[in-house]
C-alpha cells in the first residue's frame, strides 16, 4: 500500500505560482511512475503531467506545456508540481497517483487551487 498526501494548494492571483508536494508513506516511491491530474467542478478529471521512475522523462498536457513543471526526490520520497503563470481555468483540485507497471493505482485525497482573475 502506498499512502499519498498533497499539500501546497491555496488561493492565487492570476500570473501567479505555486508549488504542490505529494509526500509519499508506505512504499518507497523510487518504482513508481508519478502523475498528476485534476479535476475542475463539473469536469472530469484530467491528466497535467508525469515523470518517470527517476526523474529523467516528463509529460506534460498541452494546456500546461511551459507553465508547469513536475519533478521527484525519491530519498524524500515526495513529487513536486511548480505551477507558474497561473490562470483561472487552473482552478480545480490536484491529486497525485503512483503507478507501478502491473500494480494499482494509488490517489491522494487532492489539494485546492484556485486562481482568481
Known amino acids: 500500500q502506498v499512502q499519498l498526501v498533497e499539500s501546497g494548494g491555496g488561493l492565487v492571483q492570476t500570473g501567479g505560482s505555486l508549488r504542490l508536494s505529494c509526500a509519499a508513506s508506505?512504499?518507497?516511491?523510487?518504482?513508481?511512475?508519478m502523475s498528476w491530474f485534476r479535476q475542475a467542478p463539473g469536469k472530469e478529471r484530467e491528466f497535467v503531467a508525469a515523470?518517470?521512475?527517476?526523474?529523467?522523462?516528463?509529460y506534460n498536457s498541452e494546456s500546461v506545456k511551459g507553465r508547469f513543471t513536475i519533478s521527484r526526490d525519491n530519498a524524500k520520497n515526495t513529487v513536486y508540481l511548480q505551477m507558474n503563470s497561473l490562470k483561472p481555468e487552473d482552478t480545480a483540485v490536484y491529486y497525485c497517483?503512483?503507478?507501478?507497471?502491473?500494480?494499482?493505482?494509488?490517489w491522494g485525497q487532492g489539494t485546492q487551487v484556485t486562481v482568481s482573475s
Open positions: 508506505g512504499r518507497t516511491l523510487s518504482g513508481y511512475i
Open positions: 497517483k503512483a503507478r507501478r507497471p502491473g500494480g494499482p493505482d494509488y
Open positions: 515523470v518517470n521512475w527517476n526523474g529523467g522523462t516528463t
